[in-house]
Nanobody, 126 residues
Framework: EVQLVESGGGLVQAGGSLRLSCVAS????????IGWFRQAPGKEREGVSC????????SYADSVKGRFTISRDNAKNTVYLQMNSLKPEDTAVYYC???????????????????WGKGTLVTVSS
């Protein structure tokens, strides 16, 4: 059974930091891109950052460049999202997803994802 389980969300003040984790199981981790997506209340889901798990290359949405960092631990089948300098507009449910048929230019596209986690809520207070 394929599973992506997110954790690490919570309430933080603006300017603070959080680290999200996504643990993957049930598929060949190294063959996939793993990405982080978010959905704020009343808004569409959007791509935040993604990574080629085998080679380590990354992509970021412009809104998070310089503040968020994606990384992975292949031994633990885990991808992380370090979020610094958080802003109230970063408030959202954060999801991780896995995609096999994609590349660095397209790994943030919702339609390219094969598997999704259930999400973890991040709330940034002003």
């Amino acid at each position: 059974e394929v599973q992506l389980v997110e954790s690490g969300g919570g309430l933080v003040q603006a300017g603070g930091s959080l680290r999200l984790s996504c643990v993957a199981s049930g598929f060949t981790f190294n063959n996939y891109y793993i990405g982080w997506f978010r959905q704020a209340p009343g808004k569409e889901r959007e791509g935040v950052s993604c990574m080629n798990v085998r080679f380590g290359g990354t992509s970021y949405a412009d809104s998070v460049k310089g503040r968020f960092t994606i990384s992975r631990d292949n031994a633990k089948n885990t991808v992380y999202l370090q979020m610094n300098s958080l802003k109230p507009e970063d408030t959202a449910v954060y999801y991780c997803a896995a995609a096999v048929r994609t590349d660095y230019s397209d790994c943030l596209l919702i339609r390219n994802q094969d598997y999704w986690g259930k999400g973890t809520l991040v709330t940034v207070s002003s």
